[in-house]
């Protein structure tokens, strides 16, 4: 085509219409007058006569040229079709790792979130769907600053409005803190927390669907898990320790047996007669390590223990372990 007729098959020339309107009433053209709109040509709306001079053209059947135009633009069509779903292949493991999909794209049973500000907007789209139960198991680590805490008020407030139900577990040193207390003291609804001396690292299960577990030691890192089975395993443990677990209430005290021993230092000395050493017992029980010595120290003068070999031998033959597994 020339400069001029630089258009494509969805618009036609007026020098075009005109000189195939004149093919069509004569039946024939001159090559020749096909100067001015060389763009019937090309669109093939005029072929080369058949006979022995060649500088003659005719025209062609509108309809069948639309229909050969339209195949390409079909056949175009299927092979950007089939890109896509080349380019949707090659792109899912990255998908993968990068924690987002498609809308209509089946959701991965394992993603794994890069860092917090992706975990927690993960955790927040999933609550906002959310209609059903919230399981959630804390255990003490370092506080979470006012503003992520008062994000995770309004959103679990928000599925309580909804009708939904919150159960979460705490160790037993954060039964008495302040902000933990004051969270369940503001939330309304169907909300209780439970105490143990000892929970799994921190999980939240919700509505039963999703998951979200640490995959990494400083938290920076987490999995969101959606595979049925590994649901299904969350909740049985949680629901094992919530069974085993105290409920907790702003005023709750530790109690003492009649034998003067807490239920405290009764997991101190189930810890020391595995053979656990002070730092082991400290961070399994949520405690610092001069807390737990102290509680061992009460321990052992209660027992009348000289030594930490002799502490283990009195703790067994005590019976203050049978004795909790009694009360239990």
């Known amino acids: 085509m020339t400069e001029a007729h630089t258009h494509g098959a969805d618009h036609l020339c007026g020098e075009g219409l005109s000189l195939y309107a004149r093919a069509l009433r004569v039946g024939r053209v001159r090559v020749d007058d096909t100067g001015e709109a060389p763009c019937l040509a090309a669109l093939g709306l005029l072929q080369p006569e058949l006979g022995d001079d060649p500088g003659w053209l005719r025209p062609v059947a509108p309809a069948s040229v639309l229909h050969r135009l339209l195949r390409r633009s079909a056949e175009r069509v299927a092979e950007e079709r089939r890109l896509e779903e080349r380019l949707e292949t090659a792109f899912a493991p990255l998908l993968r790792l990068d924690g987002s999909r498609p809308a209509d794209v089946e959701a991965p049973t394992l993603v794994l ?26 255990p003490n680590s370092t506080p979470r600053s006012l503003e992520a805490q008062a994000v995770a008020l309004v959103r679990d407030q928000d599925l309580l409005d909804r009708g939904g139900r919150i159960r979460a577990l705490y160790q037993h040193t954060q039964r008495h803190r302040p902000l933990v207390l004051s969270r369940y003291e503001q939330l309304r609804g169907d909300a209780e927390a439970r105490t143990l001396d000892e929970v799994t690292d921190r999980l939240i299960v919700i509505d039963r669907t999703v998951a979200f577990i640490p995959a990494s030691k400083d938290r920076g890192l987490a999995l969101e898990v959606r595979h049925p089975a590994l649901i299904d395993y969350f909740i049985n443990v949680f629901d094992r320790f919530w069974h085993l677990a105290t409920p907790m209430h702003p005023k709750a005290v530790q109690r003492l047996s009649p034998d003067g021993i807490s239920q405290r230092q009764r997991a101190i000395a189930s810890l020391l007669i595995e053979g656990h050493t002070d730092a082991v017992i400290a961070d399994r029980l949520g405690l610092n390590i001069r807390t737990a010595r102290v509680h061992i120290a009460k321990l052992a003068a209660t027992l009348g223990s000289e030594s930490r070999a002799q502490l283990g031998y009195l703790i067994a033959e005590s019976g203050i372990l049978r004795q909790e597994g009694a009360a239990e």
């Open 113 to 138: 979130l890069g860092d917090k500000e992706r975990i927690n907007q993960a955790i927040t789209e999933a609550m906002a769907d959310a209609t059903g139960e919230l399981l959630t198991i804390q």
